[in-house]
């Protein structure tokens, strides 16, 4: 279903593993990794002491880790990044930083999304939401290699 | 209050904690401490130990509840464990196995112990 | 053919060995080696440029293989390709192009804190 999805709020913290076939919202913390098949969004003011893997992921807020996306990822103009990222399509804002690795070629082509164009921000002044009308699909992929952990 | 929702198709293994009211939708395995609300909606399931100030559940709980305010288990939940709280309704067509402790000292926090 | 201040490697032009400015430089052709500029480096499309660069500004539509140092804006553009290290206090990487390499700027955060959350 494209009209559910996991928010986690402002207030609170979730130390452990997150695993969805929906969206993933991160207002507040998460200690240890995100997986889902379809987007991770790190919101402004939203921490991520994790590696996260998706299909699609935005940071408006921290990721303390390394983020492999299949398909899009994007660093907005809050946007923080210590770690390494791996995706075939990235967009890195003006005013949002990353410190580390990156490598938009080692994916193989495929990887490309056709049925969905995925851009999800929560904070005005951004690109507006658009759900996805498709049915969700499986994404397949090759498992990424095994990320560093980035923890002190 | 803001909210924390574990979707129907999300998976959390760990712990979480916090000040937002909690909707569990999905699955939460670990424990669970809330300074506020938690429901278990229909279909979700908390494989935890949980505190909290109030649990409503409508979905499936194995684990021990500690709720300072109250307990509400609702027709369709199913839930086995202990539950602490010195407020509890056990709705008809709920599905309930364990203890139930109501001798809770005032203002003891539930949050955690 | 513009009037603008600056220089141009015109596309069949190839130059290896140091570049050094103080307005802003747009590579159609090709430089290897080092580029040091009070300016802005522009490889334009088709432009390749591998080498060490030390600038104010660097933009890539063409082609960047090497290590950009910029105290300003390093800005990526569509249909780029760029490998190596980038340090700048500002990048912007629009979407479609393509940078396999280090990014190294200030993110304010450390492994062991706890950031801005």
């Known amino acids: 279903m494209a009209d559910t999805r996991t928010e986690i709020g402002p207030a609170s913290v979730v130390t452990g593993e997150i695993e969805a076939q929906e969206d993933v919202v991160v207002f507040g913390r998460v200690e240890g990794g995100v997986r889902s098949t379809a987007a991770v969004v790190v919101e402004e003011g939203g921490l991520a002491r994790a590696n996260i893997v998706a299909a699609s992921v935005v940071v408006a807020g921290s990721v303390i880790g390394d983020i492999h996306a299949t398909e899009r990822l994007e660093i907005t103009e809050k946007g923080r990044v210590l770690g390494n990222v791996a995706s075939p399509r990235l967009v890195l804002q003006a005013g949002?930083?990353?410190?580390?690795?990156v490598a938009m070629s080692?994916?193989?082509?495929?990887?490309?999304p056709q049925s969905r164009t995925y851009s999800y921000r929560q904070t005005p002044?951004?690109?507006?939401?658009?759900?996805?009308?498709?049915?969700?699909?499986k994404v397949v992929r090759e498992?990424?290699?095994?990320?560093q952990p980035k923890e002190g | 209050m803001a909210e924390t929702v574990i979707g129907p198709r999300t998976k959390v293994q760990g712990a979480l904690e916090g000040a937002d009211r909690l909707v569990v939708r999905g699955l939460v395995k670990g424990t669970v401490s809330v300074d506020g609300p938690v429901l278990v909606a229909p279909g979700g399931t908390l494989e935890a130990e949980v505190a909290a100030v109030e649990v409503a559940i409508a979905g499936a709980v194995v684990g021990r509840v500690t709720a300072r305010g109250r307990v509400e288990i609702l027709p369709a939940a199913r839930m086995v464990g202990d539950v602490?709280?010195?407020?509890?309704?056990i709705s008809d067509g709920a599905v309930f196995r364990g203890k139930v402790d109501m001798d809770f000292a005032d203002g003891e926090g539930a949050t955690h112990g | 053919m513009s009037d603008e201040a600056g220089g141009v490697i015109g596309k069949e032009t190839t130059i290896r060995g140091e570049v050094i400015g103080r307005e802003d430089l747009r590579v159609e052709g090709r430089i290897e080696g080092t580029v040091r500029l009070e300016a802005e480096?522009?490889?334009?499309?088709?432009?390749?440029?591998?080498?060490?660069?030390?600038?104010?500004a660097l933009t890539v539509a063409g082609?960047?293989?090497g290590k950009a140092t910029c105290s300003d804006l390093v800005t990526l553009r569509q249909g780029s390709h760029a490998t190596g290290t980038i340090t700048a206090p500002q990048v912007v990487i629009e979407d479609g192009a393509v940078f396999d390499g280090t990014l190294e700027m200030d993110v304010g955060l450390d492994a062991a804190a706890q950031g801005n959350g």
């Open chain 1, 143 to 147: 498992e990424p290699p095994e990320p």
């Open chain 3, 63 to 65: 082609s960047f293989d």
């Open chain 2, 84 to 89: 602490r709280t010195p407020r509890i309704l």
């Open chain 1, 125 to 137: 002044g951004a690109t507006t939401r658009r759900s996805s009308t498709t049915p969700p699909r």
């Open chain 1, 96 to 101: 949002g930083a990353v410190k580390g690795q």
């Open chain 1, 106 to 112: 080692s994916r193989p082509p495929e990887a490309q």
């Open chain 3, 41 to 56: 480096l522009i490889v334009e499309e088709g432009g390749t440029v591998a080498a060490e660069v030390e600038s104010a």
